[in-house]
């Protein structure tokens, strides 16, 4: 009986170390070579020598994922680092290499910043480069192969973007809270405005060559939508562009 008693024991431990075993992710091997090469081109014809590549390394997990992570359907993955940063030269061309880490097992290729949004706490102001961030999966499940290895190449077009500081001035007989919308700006940079001491500013990121529209929204006691459209030349200008907009009761109109 006592080496009954031995034995389902040493059958409990060996199914439990098994069962811890499983519950360990699949890695792919560290010091696989995956060679990344192409060009991104501005619709502009401006230089895009300060936009970033990375090369996002993750790991397939069952303890709850990450935030903004690329998972497929039913995955989740937890963000273990960026294995590679490189800037795009002047012509926009890149070909570089990265190396897995032996940490993970799903690797993404970035193009241009992604927010980093905080899961508690007010969402930060975020500094726009270009109008189109790309993500690409290099995998598209844990431990996919397709890719790590060999080469990967693609071309993308994109406009980049500049600071325009709009400084409004309000002559308004209602002071309901009003939204701006930018068709390039990130919303969580328009932030809603709910105080109209004079002036305020708003930051806004635009393309240098087409007019832009901005677009104060606000919704009246009874329940009427309104928006005022302001339209400001293209500046052509790679630099930061100012703009000074008086906003008038007579500029909303209900839609």
Known sequence: MKKIKILFTL???VLFLSCEKDDEPNLIP???????????????G?????????????????????????APVNYNYEFKQFVKT????????????F????????????????PNYPLNGPIPFFVQKINDPLGINLTQHANDMAI?????????????????EVNLQFNLANTYPIEPFHLLTYQSNN???????NPIAIKLFIDKA???????????????RQKAEYIFPASNIENTTFQNIIVNETDFVDY
């Open 11 to 13: 059958i409990i431990i």
């Open 30 to 44: 560290a010091g696989i070579e995956t060679r990344i090469s192409g060009n991104v081109t501005s619709i502009n």
């Open 46 to 70: 401006e230089s895009l020598s300060d936009v970033e590549i990375k090369i996002a390394e993750y790991v397939e997990t069952t303890s709850g994922g990450c935030y903004f992570c690329p």
């Open 86 to 97: 490189i800037n795009l030269n002047t012509n926009g061309n890149f070909d570089f290499i």
């Open 99 to 114: 190396t897995t880490s032996g940490n993970g097992n799903f690797y993404k290729l970035f193009l241009g910043d992604f």
């Open 148 to 164: 790590i290895g060999r080469e990967f190449s693609f071309n993308h077009a994109l406009k980049k973007l500049y600071l325009c």
């Open 191 to 197: 932030r809603e405005i709910n105080t109209f001491a």
């Open 210 to 224: 087409n007019p832009q529209t901005l677009i104060l929204n606000r919704i009246r006691d009874n329940g009427i």
